[in-house]
């Protein structure tokens, strides 16, 4: 009943078969131009996306989806973030301490013709009390006679020093060998919640949609005192509140405050944070600013939410600014733009003055209850028998793949192996993913489909 169960079982199981939620996560961290984004770029086999030749392009993509001999794992590239100069220490450090949050193992880059500098230093001491697994990369050692240069980096007491070229791909293979050796099967980071103790609430969303101002409208009227719920662990950056007469945690709301959304490079480090706030949370409120258009960048924070396999409630804010025109319109964006999420439970509302905010609450619970859906085997399989016979698969190729068993084999989010006698098409998989919802439910929570070719 257990993840590793489901990688470990007989039958092939395609990399591209694996929920991203489950897989290992990679971070690759260091300073500014030690070659993060290079390696990133060597490490996924393509120039897509992290080539920064533009300068002044900000780019708001953490995560990548990677393999390296024949295993599927996560790279979180902190890579491309512009800095202030001022300060930048502590952003390094700081944006390094979340990349390393978010991460199974970790790379930690050095620029080897430099040296070790005191930013590489601080985030040692980080690595260190995170007790992650790292692996030393020394980069831009482009020929062997730079290796010397890398040898001085054992002086940071974290093992051996990998040398490498980014730019060149010389020693990326070894060392890409050695790093995913160190991941495990399944990703360890945003797993299993703590059962037990008030549902943990991530408040997200792009910059200025409300997220402050819900989390005042929230803790304003209706603080609750921590003593109320002893033996409840939590972040001091967490904060604990009463919602429709329930408990719930906020997580992260630290970084909320902060409105570090205001520095440069602001995009990326929002979403990087957006992303550690997600993984310590259930349930995740996407705030969207209902007065404008809604935004890719709107999207992109569901989509985060989705990805990372939680529980959805998406909350319309400044509802106060709505004439009819712009309701109109904002049903027509959501029909277009959000028609895969029709199963979030939606809140309209407005944190300025208060209306349904406490709607939430009964939001909050329908998602986590869809989340928490758990079906019974004999149940799912009398369900995908009348299924498949009313609607079989396609005829591919002479042959019609078949159902042969089913079972669900995690909640939090629900996820379903379904074995068969040949590959099931996208479609039919997404048809089968629209009849469960139909018949089960599954509010407000993604639905994770593998399929397992049985001869
Ligand atoms: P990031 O800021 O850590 O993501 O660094 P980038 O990947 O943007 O690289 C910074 C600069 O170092 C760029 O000009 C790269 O071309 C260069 N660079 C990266 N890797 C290597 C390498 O292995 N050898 C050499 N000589 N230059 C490299
Ligand atoms: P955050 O960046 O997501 O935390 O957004 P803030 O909470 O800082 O809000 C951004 C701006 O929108 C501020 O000027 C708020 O006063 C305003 N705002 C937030 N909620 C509402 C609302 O419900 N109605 C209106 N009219 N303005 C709002």
């Known amino acids: 009943d257990t993840d590793a169960e489901l990688i470990d079982a007989d039958g092939p199981v395609l990399p591209e078969d694996v929920p991203e939620s489950m897989l290992p996560v990679l971070a690759i961290v260091g300073r ?21 030749d533009v300068p002044g392009v900000t780019r708001d993509r953490v995560r990548y989806r990677a393999e390296w001999g024949g295993r599927p794992f996560v790279v979180v590239d902190t890579g491309g973030w512009e800095y202030d100069a001022k300060g930048i220490n502590a952003r390094v450090a700081e944006q390094a301490e979340i990349a ?11 620029d080897a013709t430099v040296g070790a500098t005191d930013a590489d230093e601080r985030i040692v001491t980080l690595l260190r009390r995170s007790g992650k697994p790292v692996l030393l990369v020394a980069n831009k050692v482009d020929s062997p006679r730079d290796e010397a240069d890398a040898a001085t980096l054992w002086s940071l007491g974290l093992g051996e020093p990998y040398p490498v070229s980014a730019l060149h791909g010389r020693g990326t293979g070894d060392m ?11 990703t360890a980071v945003g797993g299993p919640m703590p059962v037990g103790g008030p549902h943990r609430v991530a408040i997200v969303g ?12 929230v803790t304003g009227t ?18 604990l509140v009463e919602l429709g007469g329930e408990p719930w945690v906020l997580v992260d709301t630290a970084g909320i405050r902060r409105r570090v ?24 409120v996407v705030v969207i600013d209902a007065s404008s258009p809604i935004t890719e960048q709107d999207i992109r924070v569901i989509q985060q939410a989705i990805d990372a396999g939680r529980a959805l409630v998406v909350a319309y804010n400044k509802w106060d600014l709505l004439d009819e025109e712009r309701r109109f319109y904002l049903e027509r964006e959501i029909e277009r733009e959000l028609v895969q999420i029709t199963w979030a439970p939606r809140v309209n509302f407005s944190a300025r003055t208060r209306w349904h905010v ?33 609607h079989p698969h396609p005829v591919r190729g002479g042959k019609q793949p078949r159902i042969l068993f089913g079972t669900q084999v995690d909640t939090s989010p629900p996820r379903f192996v379904l074995f068969s006698t040949g590959f099931l098409e996208a479609g039919y998989r997404r048809f089968i993913e629209r009849r469960l919802r139909e018949e089960f439910g599954f ?9 397992r070719v049985r001869e």
Do not use: C, M
């Open 32 to 52: 500014p131009n030690v070659g993060k984004s290079t390696l990133v770029n060597r490490v996924l086999g393509r120039r897509e996306a992290v080539v920064q």
């Open 100 to 110: 390393i949050e978010l991460a199974d193992a970790v790379l930690f880059v050095v």
């Open 176 to 186: 890409l060998d050695a790093a995913t050796s160190l991941l495990p099967e399944v």
């Open 206 to 217: 792009r910059p200025n949609v409300g997220k402050s101002s819900l989390l005042n409208a």
């Open 222 to 239: 209706q603080r609750v005192v921590v003593d109320d719920f002893e033996g409840t662990t939590r972040d001091p950056v967490d904060e």
């Open 261 to 284: 959304h205001q520095t440069q490079g602001a995009d990326f480090y929002a979403s990087l944070r957006t992303q550690a706030a997600i993984e310590k949370a259930e349930v995740a």
């Open 358 to 390: 406490d709607r939430l609450a009964r939001q909050l619970d329908a998602a986590i209850a869809g989340w928490t859906t758990r079906i019974p085997t004999g149940r799912l399989n009398s369900f995908l028998g009348e299924l498949a016979a009313a």
């Open 443 to 451: 509010v407000g929570s993604p639905i994770e489909i593998s399929v």
